[in-house]
């Protein structure tokens, strides 16, 4: 039996049957095999390592060898209904960038990202004053690919300095499912380990979020 991460099972519940998927980042292509085959989804894959690339072909799947600070210029407007960067962002050089690329090219970005202000974070830096491994930052400093690590309230700045709009935010700790969240507030900063956000563009058509449990993005 497949064991399918948490965060992939949000963003299986945040798409929409059918739609158009970029997955930055997507690895082995684990979560665009997902949802090819959960929600008939017209997926593409965009990964840095040749390896991922050669896994993600054996799968079937049609993924690019490219960098997403680099080549999400090239991508035109509005290519995709969603674009997916899936613990990806704090690796890419140029969030920021990065960030307002995904959501040109894409009606909607589903991004997360580890928090570093979760407690357990805060806790190792006070305690030992070193910085943190964790179950969402298992490798020691020296040989982490994380450059632009960021806690909730710092995303959020983000979002606010993009004038983006959130439609969905969800919070993960531990082994637990997603729990959706007011990322606002300042309890989360510290109790969520890992976020999920389903961002758009403000000024665009408002999108409904799905309640927990529920199927798809539009029921009927």
Known sequence: MTIIREDFREILRLVRPGSRVLDVGCGEGALLDLLAHEKQIDGRGLELSASGV?????????????DADQDLDHFPDRS????????????????RHVLDELLRIAERAIVSF???????????LLSR?????TKAL????????NIHLCTLADFMALTEDLN???D??????????????????????????SCLFMLSRNGGPAIREPSPGSGDLFDG
């Open 164 to 166: 983006l709009r959130v």
């Open 138 to 145: 298992p490798l020691p400093w020296w040989s982490t690919p």
């Open 168 to 193: 969905a935010c969800a919070a993960f700790a531990g082994k637990g499912p997603a729990r959706p969240i007011e990322p606002t507030k300042a309890i989360e900063n510290w109790r969520s380990e």
């Open 129 to 133: 004053g070193r910085m943190p491994e």
């Open 114 to 124: 580890p928090n570093f202000g979760h407690w357990r974070v805060r806790w190792s």
């Open 54 to 66: 050669a896994a993600c072909m054996a799968r079937g799947l049609s993924v690019v060898q490219g």
């Open 80 to 95: 995709f209904d969603y674009a997916v960067l899936s613990q990806t962002l704090q690796a890419t050089r140029n969030p």
